[in-house]
């Protein structure tokens, strides 16, 4: 995939937030983790939400689109930016840390978070067989797959998508009846074709909300993997053993917001991701 053309960016070399990402509000629950974990920390969370949902999209677009939050979030002084979106993940990261971080500036770090989640997976299945439950694009994107079987060659990974979890997430749905049909249909999906399975990886940031209920539909027996608490631990072993960017962040402990849709209407949701109040800045990615 070709990387963008970029115009010649001064980027800011103070220190400053921890950049987090995602096309939706999935990366809440990510940013939840990481301020859980790490509060001392600064946060600057960009959500493209006018332009979500990006599992559908094609790689091309899915690229270009992250590479604009990534580049708006270097240039708010972030040198270190969580893509907290398994499509984003899946899609752009590894285009964006070879091709575009050498232009834009190598001493930055782009990170995602469908790798932190495969490395645990190798200490958690007993039977090697595990399922992912995720977007269209991400199981299409074979990301999960080709990590796991990289690090754990042993395993088998079968994949079911789930195009209404997200909106039934983004509509409040998440705890209605109505979720109970989408919920137990996917879980049974994947397990009528791996009846083996004994580890489920949730890979996309909106399902911890659906929680409760893929839970009450899994087998007993079955480990249930929210990525929020993997990611978190991840970044918190990096930043220990990477010393200079830690360095490079600032540590106040705030959280400001930017999104691309109407900051009310962010808020309103935000805060049912978040359990708390937060403000947010409207901007145009481009």
């Known amino acids: 995939m070709p990387s963008s053309n970029h115009n010649p960016i001064i980027l800011p070399q103070v220190s400053g937030p921890i950049g987090v990402f995602d096309s939706g509000y999935g990366g809440l629950t990510i940013l939840r983790e990481l301020r859980a974990l790490m509060p001392q920390y600064d946060y600057l969370y960009l959500g493209d939400n ?28 972030c040198h270190l930016v969580i893509l907290a979106c398994n499509t984003a993940s899946a899609k752009a990261l590894r285009t964006i840390q070879q091709n575009d971080l050498p232009q834009l500036d190598p001493t930055r770090r782009v990170l995602g978070v469908i790798r932190p989640t495969a490395e645990v997976v190798g200490n958690i299945t007993k039977s090697r067989h595990v399922g992912i439950l995720a977007t269209t694009g991400t199981i299409l994107s074979r990301s999960y797959d080709l990590e796991i079987q990289k690090l754990y060659p042993d395993i088998a990974v079968t994949g079911q998508d789930c195009p209404m979890w997200v909106p039934l997430v983004e509509n409040f749905e998440f705890d209605s009846p109505g979720a109970d049909y989408f919920v137990e249909l996917r879980i049974n999906q994947l397990l009528k ?94």
């Open 193 to 286: 074709r791996d009846p083996d399975i004994d580890t489920i990886i949730l890979a996309c940031t909106h399902y911890p909300l659906l929680l409760p209920k893929i839970r009450h539909y899994s087998p007993a027996d079955v480990t249930i993997i929210s990525q929020g608490v993997y990611v978190a631990q991840s970044l918190n072993a990096y930043l220990a053993n990477h010393a200079d960017m830690a360095q490079r962040i600032t540590k106040n402990g705030t959280l400001r917001c930017l999104t691309t849709e109407n900051p009310n209407k962010f808020c309103a949701t935000a805060n049912r991701f978040l359990g708390h109040e937060v403000k947010a800045e409207n901007i145009v990615l481009s």
């Open 50 to 77: 006018a332009r979500a949902p990006y599992g559908t999209r094609s790689f091309d677009i899915v690229y270009r689109y992250t590479l604009q939050a990534v580049t708006t979030l270097f240039e708010r002084g």
